[in-house]
């Protein structure tokens, strides 16, 4: 145990006094605190629009509440007093203010559409259309059950039967939703160059930032895996039995690994996006199947330049197929079975 731990403190030592690895190190929190300093990282969007419900509709309700939780552009604050966000508004504390009625219910699902929801907002609101957008989005995502259960009805296909349709048409229908292109906002920008047109889809992908520190950790462990064997082709273990020779080569890959998932859950924690025991045991996978992954390399390549020609293409695989800054499953079904043979995507699926 002795000779262990002597070993770990000379190999933690050996991999402090690379100066790159040092500098790696002190900046990764360093810039996850001047992120958080940002106003516009730390505050969230400002545009902030408030909402109120008049009486108890479910309707209404429901749709107050899916606002509040609205992860997008927008903000949405809920007003318990009426008078309290036409003050708001008017004082431009907030950028617009909607007001649902207690019948929001019988509207929409009657011919008489309009004018159901009030809106209070200033003339010179440019943002006001995309707003709309998204209150819109979220009343259409609620009043579906309705249209859909009686759009099926209207055909008449069940009624000889008593079948319960009506469950699982609801069940498809959340399936639906909670899918990876359901609600679309189109953005026209006209400028000097001419009409930009972009399409923001509502989805549950991972933060980039999570996914760039996991995939850090990740090419800590592989370059690990390379330095032993380079260590291991001067002849520095020739002394050294099978056991400790073993040994040595998971610590290479280990202390790496361990320290810059460390200094990736402070950053987390700086940024406000640590997940309590989830994050912690998740990193805790990483760090394990970064470990046996590049190991399983060094079986593999045999020799150190091989194993490093293989990294960049490891890199470009995780970014491109791990979700971390394009979902590739929506686009390429195929890389729903290429995204599992790298190891960020099991620590990313933590949280998807």
């Not at 590049?294 to 197929?321: D, E, K, Y």
Request: aromatic content about 12%.
């Amino acid at each position: 145990m002795k000779k262990f731990f002597t070993w770990l403190l000379l190999l933690t030592k050996r991999q402090l006094k690379n100066p790159v690895f040092i500098i790696i190190l002190i900046l990764i929190p360093a810039a996850s605190a001047a992120a958080a300093s940002i106003p516009a990282f730390s505050e969230g969007s400002d545009i902030v629009a408030g909402v109120y419900s008049d009486g108890s509709d479910a309707t209404s309700e429901e749709l107050a509440e899916n606002l509040v939780k609205y992860e997008g552009s927008f903000d949405f604050v809920r007003y318990d007093d009426l008078d309290s966000l036409y003050r708001d508004v008017e004082n431009t504390k907030l950028n617009c203010g909607y007001v649902f009625p207690d019948d929001l219910s019988e509207r929409a699902e009657g011919k008489q559409k309009s004018e159901s929801i009030l809106v209070l907002h200033h003339p010179s609101n440019t943002i006001q259309a995309s707003i709309n957008e998204v209150v819109y989005a979220e009343l259409l995502r609620i009043q579906g059950r309705y249209i859909i259960t009686e759009h099926v009805k209207s055909l008449g296909l069940f009624a000889e039967s008593d079948t319960g349709y009506i469950g699982e048409l609801l069940r498809l229908y959340e399936r639906y939703l909670h899918g990876n292109a359901t609600f679309k906002l189109a953005y026209h920008t006209y400028g000097a160059g001419g009409l930009t047109e972009k399409d923001i889809t509502r989805t549950a992908v991972s933060f980039p930032v999570r996914g760039i520190l996991c995939v850090m950790v990740f090419l800590a462990g592989l370059f690990g895996g390379v330095t032993w064997m380079r260590d291991r082709e001067k002849g520095i273990f020739a002394t050294l039995t099978g056991s400790y020779n073993s040994l040595c080569r998971i610590l290479y890959v280990l202390i790496p690994t361990f320290l810059f998932a460390a200094v990736s859950l402070i950053a987390l924690a700086i940024l406000g996006l640590y997940v309590s025991a989830v994050e912690f045991a998740a990193m805790l996978v990483l760090i394990v199947l970064t470990c046996i992954f590049s190991i399983a390399m060094t079986v593999i390549t045999r020799r150190s330049r091989s194993f490093a020609s293989c990294i960049p293409i490891i890199l470009l695989g995780c970014l491109l197929f791990c979700n971390i800054f394009i979902n590739a499953s929506s686009y390429v079904p195929a890389a729903k079975f290429v995204e599992k043979l790298f190891v960020p995507y099991y620590y990313l699926n933590f949280f998807s």
